[in-house]
């Protein structure tokens, strides 16, 4: 498919890179136009793809803010797991005295 955008700088290519046909359009007269009658063209498919692209950006987004929000959630639970380690290891040393005050 690389064959076709590379053969686009040699002239309007039979085929879009995606298979699509293509469509010769010609540029309408516009305020800012600088160049009114341009030739260009683009892919038959050209507004699925803008939409489908569209639609996997959203889908990374919402990735994205789902990993910070658990990225958010472990650094708390981290944090619960310090504080229950630095529990047992209390509750441990006063294990052991009283097994040093019960069996001595």
């Known amino acids: 498919m690389l064959t076709y ?3 686009s700088q040699y002239g309007i290519p039979r085929k879009c890179p995606c298979g699509g046909s293509i469509i010769n359009e010609v540029s309408r007269k ?3 136009d600088t160049v009114p009658g341009k030739r260009f063209f683009t892919c038959k498919n050209y507004e ?6 569209t639609k996997r950006v959203v889908e990374a987004e919402e990735v994205m803010l789902e990993t910070t929000k658990l990225s958010r959630e472990m650094e708390r639970l981290e944090e619960k797991v310090q504080s229950l380690c630095e529990q047992v290891e209390y ?3 006063h294990v052991g005295r009283l097994e040093k005050v019960c069996f001595d």
Request: glycine fraction near 0%; proline fraction near 0%.
């Open 5 to 7: 955008v590379n053969d």
């Open 30 to 32: 516009e305020e800012n």
């Open 48 to 53: 699925e793809e803008i939409e489908r692209l």
């Open 91 to 93: 509750l441990t040393v």
